[in-house]
């Protein structure tokens, strides 16, 4: 795995795993969001700028997870909770939070 930036205050650098997993590797994780229950991917160096041949990486790795998770589905990559540590979420076809949300 290369050097990557970490914020040790950051939530999504500590990577916890507090919801369930789906996919791991040295560009990024997946794991069910904590406040919609969708797919989120996560890259693994704090920033706002992925390079695009790693944003191509998550992209394909999140659809595949989204796919089987939601079926159809659309990528939201508004990081409304954490600006500065760059995700997306897969959302449902038509809807914003996951199958297992109480919210929904």
Not at 12 to 37: G, N, V, Y
Not at 59 to 64: K, N, T
Not at 79 to 89: G, V
């Amino acid at each position: 795995m290369t050097d990557r930036l970490l914020d040790p205050s950051c939530d999504l650098c500590e990577a916890a795993r507090i919801s369930p997993w789906f996919h791991e590797d040295d560009i990024c994780w997946i794991a069910e969001c904590t406040i919609c229950a969708t797919p989120m991917v996560v890259w693994r160096s704090h920033g706002t700028a992925p390079p695009a041949h790693e944003l191509e990486h998550m992209a394909a790795r999140l659809a595949e997870v989204a796919t089987a998770e939601l079926g159809d589905h659309w990528i939201d990559g508004n990081m409304r909770n954490i600006p500065d540590h760059f995700h997306a979420h897969a959302r449902p076809a038509g809807g914003f939070f996951g199958p297992r949300s109480s919210r929904r």
